[in-house]
């Protein structure tokens, strides 16, 4: 049992360096791509708990870094809120490719309507329409994708 727990912990510090490092990439696709992934492999490795403090730490370093605009940082909580439906979605359905799909789908849509409501009452930005579009449905589905393929040579997919 203390065996198990040592590989969690060590997953978990592993998981927690990829997050935290990904925003500095400063390119949204591949950053996006890193950290969906690596949700995705948290929860199937360490569990749903690791996916949810995972799911905090790569807004506030993209808002610090940049990656995000400052402007848009009233947003952060609803990003946070979209990663932890991520990781709350894929957790439950058992089928991980379906998983991964409807996961992603869950993130996006609630991106895309909060983003919509954003733009169009708070923030007024053309940059917050593009970056919480298409491309977190994108992102998600990419990190969803290598996700696949790295529980895949672990053999933990369903």
Known sequence: MIAIAKTNIHYLTLFFAVVLFAPLIGNQLITGTIVNATLFVAVATIGLRAGFVLSIIPSIIAVVTGLLPIILAPIIPYIIVSNIILVVVFDKIKNKVFGIL?????????????????????????????????????????????????????????
């Open 102 to 158: 409807l996961a992603s789908l869950s993130k996006f849509t609630f991106l895309f309507i909060i983003s919509h409501f954003v733009v169009t009452f708070l923030v007024k930005s053309d940059l917050l329409s593009i970056m919480f579009g298409w491309t977190q449905l994108l992102t998600a589905i990419m990190g969803g994708c290598l996700a696949y393929i790295i529980l895949d040579l672990k053999g933990r997919i369903c």
